[in-house]
């Protein structure tokens, strides 16, 4: 990459660096959204720093755009139609860790570094026996991340903090042992271990907003291939007060226990994804909207909701039946495409997270099978 594309489209005066592993629809409505709004309002400016783990395109669209791109925020809020885009401008630099490791490298050496955010999904969090010392890059996410801040230790620059958006219990806790696991498979110093341990801040989160593609008609998807389309809801719980470059902002909140939160969200909501997912594709339904709206599966999904998942989330969580009723408005929403194909990527993985422990406990606490959760895990091949 030449130095004139690596700073084509870094915004003014950036305060403050994250380092982004993730270029995905997601992260780009929640996470550089939030940076873009608060640069708007003024406070202390943040530069995004998008790393994209496997392939090109996304990095190649960000520097043609200048790092620009739009987000639509479309939805209910209080009762009142939200429909209205935002051009976010917080990505300064975007690189293809295949192809621009040693710019990865580099922007973690920068003192200007306070965070680092990922969004893997939960198939993203495995050592791979593959990664030896000094690949370029490293195959895993956990190695990736290992290698960058090594070159930021040995810097001599100060620890980070770490921000997870995967949808795992504990996710911080769990990075920072793949990290130093890593580290000592490397043989890397003691020294560089204790600083990862101590001088970094691993931060478990809980993330929720859904974002989906915007539909093939949206005048926007044909002159920004970057364009996604979320809901006005948006919560980033974190289990620290204080989180550096991303506050104040509304949709950062924070929880000395982030559980109770996380077994709510992930059984629920991201549970009543993985579900369809299952019931509804093979019917031939595209979209989480046309699959809730259809007489039959919605029943199905209520039914599954209210009869298999929410009973085992009675006493362990706040008021799980009224959250899995807010969920059943958001996912109705007319205004996603929120498209059935996309969530069925790493489908076993979320499987296994999202709907096997449920079917477990609720065999364990009513002494029977949970009819369509059983439907569900015995199609898996």
């Avoid at 478990?204 to 907003?209: H, K, M, S, Y």
């Amino acid at each position: 990459m030449s130095e004139s594309r690596q700073n084509a489209c870094s915004p003014p005066d950036a305060a403050h660096t994250v380092l982004q592993f993730g270029a995905g629809r997601f992260l780009r409505a929640f996470v550089d959204l939030f940076a873009h709004e608060l640069n708007q309002a003024g406070g202390s400016r943040a530069e995004v720093v998008v790393v994209q783990s496997t392939g090109s395109d996304r990095a190649e669209q960000f520097h043609a755009a200048g790092g620009r791109y739009h987000v639509a925020l479309r939805g209910l809020k209080d009762g009142a139609v939200v429909d209205r885009v935002i051009e976010v401008a917080s990505v300064g630099r975007a690189f293809a860790a295949q192809n621009d490791w040693p710019m990865v490298v580099d922007s973690a050496r920068e003192p200007s570094l306070a965070a680092v955010v990922s969004n893997t999904t939960e198939a993203g969090y495995v050592l791979d026996p593959r990664d030896e010392p000094g690949a370029f890059p490293p195959r895993s996410f956990p190695a990736k991340l290992t290698a960058v801040l090594a070159a930021r230790f040995e810097a001599g620059l100060p620890g980070v903090t770490i921000l997870p958006c995967e949808l795992l219990e504990h996710n911080a806790q769990r990075l920072r042992q793949l990290a130093m696991e890593q580290a000592a498979r490397w043989n890397l110093s003691r020294r560089f271990i204790d600083w990862l341990a101590g001088a970094c801040v691993w931060c478990d989160t809980l993330v929720d907003r859904i974002v989906s593609a915007p539909r093939a008609d949206d005048p926007m998807a044909a002159s920004d291939p970057l364009f996604a389309v979320a809901e006005p809801f948006a919560l980033w719980l974190v289990e620290r007060k204080d989180v550096p470059v991303f506050g104040p902002h509304p949709a950062l909140q924070s929880a000395e226990a982030l559980d109770p939160y996380y077994l709510r969200k992930v059984r629920i909501l991201n549970g009543a994804h993985t579900a369809l997912v299952a019931k509804a594709m093979p019917l031939g339904f595209t979209t989480v909207r046309e699959a809730v709206l259809d007489p039959a599966v919605g029943r199905w999904l209520e039914q599954l909701l209210f009869e298999e998942i929410v009973p085992t989330l009675e006493g362990r969580t706040d008021q799980p039946e009224a959250f899995a009723r807010q969920c059943l408005e958001r996912l109705a929403n007319p205004f996603l495409e929120h498209r059935l194909a996309d969530i069925a990527l790493a489908h076993e993985t979320k499987l296994h997270t999202r709907l096997v422990p449920t079917y477990e406990e609720f065999r364990a606490r009513f002494g029977r099978e949970p009819k369509l959760l059983g439907e569900i895990l015995g199609q898996r091949t």
